[in-house]
């Protein structure tokens, strides 16, 4: 049932800020967990950063940390990721992945995410 829209990805240059959300489909924020993922060119899908269903657990990739910060506002169904300090190296189409059954995975774990979004590319340029 649940459908997730992912938008804000767009160009921005090296140093720069993008703001990711995620819309999430129906009247109640019904996942146990969201996360974002990324893909680049040649890359496989990889972990950027994930939220409780309660926002009391957070956690980011190595690579983003100090940069990216996952929010949630269930009152409208959505979920961000603030993207700032933008490296080259962040250029990838971003995924918004959400559980809708409880699992024992990680945060981290891409397998345990059920519901995915079409992506949303970020092109950061040098």
């Known amino acids: 049932q649940v459908q997730l829209v992912e938008s804000g990805g767009g160009l921005a240059q090296a140093g720069g800020s993008l703001r990711l959300s995620c819309a999430a489909s129906?009247?109640?924020?019904?996942?146990?967990?969201m996360g974002w993922f990324r893909q680049a060119p040649g890359k496989e899908r990889e972990f950027v950063a994930a939220i409780s269903r309660s926002g009391r657990i957070t956690d980011s990739a190595e690579s983003v940390k100090g940069r990216f910060i996952i929010s949630g506002d269930n009152a409208k169904n959505t979920v961000y990721l603030q993207m700032n300090s933008l490296k080259p190296e962040d250029t990838a189409v971003y995924y918004c992945?959400?559980?809708?059954?409880?699992?024992?995975?990680?945060?981290?774990?891409?397998?345990?995410?059920?519901?995915w979004g079409q992506g949303t590319q970020v092109t950061v340029s040098s």
């Open positions: 129906g009247r109640t924020f019904s996942s146990f967990a």
């Open positions: 992945a959400g559980r809708t059954v409880t699992s024992a995975a990680t945060l981290p774990d891409l397998g345990s995410y059920n519901v």
